[in-house]
């Protein structure tokens, strides 16, 4: 896609000691987060760069990240953040960059303690909501009831969007239980149609790429 | 150090005219930013997150080799294979299974310190809705039943 230059993030992280000052900035291609608490973090760089914002992500420190509107935020991952590696190539060069992408540990327990984290909650990608939902949450659904239920979780205002970078993150704040009897509710009042057959359940599957795509 | 003074114009000078150059060739020398907004996506890195990010459904649809005994049976349903409808009647309902890791915390108190110690162990539960509205989650530990002679108050103190 053109004019990535404009989709693009930069994270910066600055260390002082009491002789250097050191300033290491990366392209931020994902993020997810609500307010200064991120969750997950996409970046790629050099080498140097990118292990001097792991590192700094491990010991965790704060950085500031610049939106692609040039708006700023101070951002930490909190405790116990994990760090998953990756890389990729550079057209026309023979070196390859480095990718990371930060998670946090609220993240990493995603669906418990009643938090569910969506990447993508646009109006194109409500299947990937719901299965996501149903996968986190261990839900015995099907994914014609997702437009139903979603609805509902809309209503009572259990779905909250929270701050991204080429995504469109929402967390669900339901416990397992609630859904359960939500769902009960649903289906003893006829809202939820059961399916006709006995038969297994399939669900799409998504891969990043697609579960990422931006409205066209 | 130059100590003449700048020759102060009248503007009586003969004009120098400054010689024509070809336009400025702008010349983008930082990373491809569009081709690695791209294969960013393509990172390894996604596969190793996407197990508690996105979603992940599992089921085979086939006709097994050989008829399948219980072992076969519990073995694919703790795995998540076999989730679907079942049953009949009153008794049509959703199965779903689903591996959950249990993490036991606790501690003992040493004569200077304090052990901290944590047990973890996997298990499977199964979630079920029924037709009619009734929901169910199977674990491996029986539902504790409500005692409720513990709250009440003995006959013998009952003013």
């Known amino acids: 896609m053109q004019n990535a230059h404009l ?18 900035s990366v392209h ?16 790629f760089g050099n080498d140097a760069e ?9 010991e965790n420190h704060r950085f500031q990240l610049v939106y692609p509107d040039g708006a700023k935020q101070r951002i930490g991952f909190g405790s116990d953040p994990a760090c998953y590696k990756g890389t990729f190539g550079v057209p026309g060069e023979k070196r390859s960059l480095r990718h990371v992408i930060a998670v946090s540990s609220v993240l990493h327990a995603n669906g418990s303690a009643g938090l569910s984290f969506i990447l993508n909650d646009e ?13 986190l949450l261990g839900l015995p659904v ?9 609805e509902a979780l ?24 609630e859904m359960l009897e939500w769902i009960g509710r649903e289906c003893a009042a006829g809202h939820l149609p059961f399916p006709e057959t006995n038969d297994p359940i399939s669900w799409p599957s998504f891969e990043p790429q697609e579960a990422l795509a931006l409205p066209s | 150090m130059w100590k003449n003074p700048l020759p102060l114009l009248t503007g009586d000078e003969t004009p120098y005219d400054v010689p024509p150059s070809p336009p400025a060739e702008l010349t983008y020398r930082g990373l491809p930013l569009d081709a690695l907004e791209d294969a960013a996506i ?7 997150i996407r197990s508690f990010l996105l979603p992940k459904e599992d089921v085979e649809v086939g006709r097994p080799i050989t008829p399948l005994h219980g072992g076969h049976v519990g073995l694919l349903c703790t795995a ?16 779903r299974w689903r591996t959950v890791k249990y993490v036991t915390t606790f501690t003992e108190e040493m004569e200077n310190y304090v052990e901290v110690h944590k047990r973890e162990r996997f298990s499977n539960e199964l979630a079920l809705v029924y037709s009619d509205g009734r929901t169910l989650v199977l674990t491996d530990e029986k539902p504790k039943k409500e005692n409720h002679d513990a709250e009440r108050t003995p006959p013998a103190r009952a003013a």
């Open chain 1, 7 to 24: 989709r693009l993030a930069r994270l910066e992280y600055q260390r002082s000691t009491s002789k250097t000052a050191t300033s290491t």
């Open chain 2, 42 to 48: 393509g990172s390894t890195a996604w596969g190793k």
């Open chain 1, 123 to 135: 109006p194109h990608t409500q299947t990937l909501v719901w299965a996501t939902l149903a996968t």
């Open chain 1, 154 to 177: 809309r209503r009572a205002k259990k779905i909250v969007p929270i701050s991204g970078i080429a995504c469109a993150p929402a967390v669900v704040q339901v416990t397992r239980n």
């Open chain 2, 80 to 95: 998540g294979l076999l989730n679907g409808t079942f049953g009949r009647d009153h008794d049509r309902h959703i199965a």
């Open chain 1, 142 to 150: 099907v994914p014609e009831w997702g437009t139903h239920m979603l």
């Open chain 1, 50 to 58: 990118v292990a001097a914002i792991s590192s700094a992500i491990q």
């Open chain 1, 28 to 43: 931020v291609s994902h993020y997810m987060g609500d307010g200064e608490e991120a969750h997950l973090l996409s970046f």
